[in-house]
């Protein structure tokens, strides 16, 4: 049984997206907490269709970028509390796979394999984040 998905709003959305590789992206987990499911349906649903995800619309990232986002993430989570680990757990970061990102345009793609009303609804919020999101740092 999956969780009810987050709360969607702009603000909530924009501490998803992240600079990696010089793009916008999202990871395949925060996405498929926006959408409610697993992230393994969500990656499944995309891979059922891979011709609709080229390379500049989603890629896999490498070892030394998934250890980034975790201590991203880990540090992230201790500003709010001392106890990391739970970030460990919480975020379901004992990677077993090396994370996608999607793209805006693979974030776009997203709502034509999901199918569904919270799909659409979501992907609008994430379209009005990506317009919004602070620029890359230097």
């Given amino acids: 049984m999956s969780k009810p998905p987050i709360t969607v709003s702009l ?8 600079w990696i590789r010089h793009e ?3 990871l395949d987990s925060d ?5 409610g499911v697993p992230t393994k349906v969500l990656n499944q649903a ?5 011709g609709r995800f080229p390379a500049d619309f989603m890629f896999q990232l490498n070892e030394e970028e998934a250890s980034v986002m975790r201590s991203q993430f880990v540090t992230s989570y201790e500003a709010q509390s001392s106890r990391s680990q739970i970030v460990t757990l ?8 090396l994370p996608y990102a999607f793209t805006e345009q693979g974030v776009a793609m997203l709502s034509s394999v999901l199918r569904s009303e919270r799909a659409m609804e979501v992907n609008i919020a994430i379209m009005r984040t990506f317009v919004h999101a602070a620029p890359p740092p230097d």
């Fill in 31 to 35: 996405l498929a907490e926006l959408y």
């Fill in 11 to 18: 603000e909530n959305i924009a501490t998803m997206v992240h």
């Fill in 24 to 26: 916008k992206v999202m």
């Fill in 90 to 97: 919480k975020r379901g970061q004992n990677i077993k796979y």
């Fill in 46 to 50: 995309v891979k059922r269709n891979a």
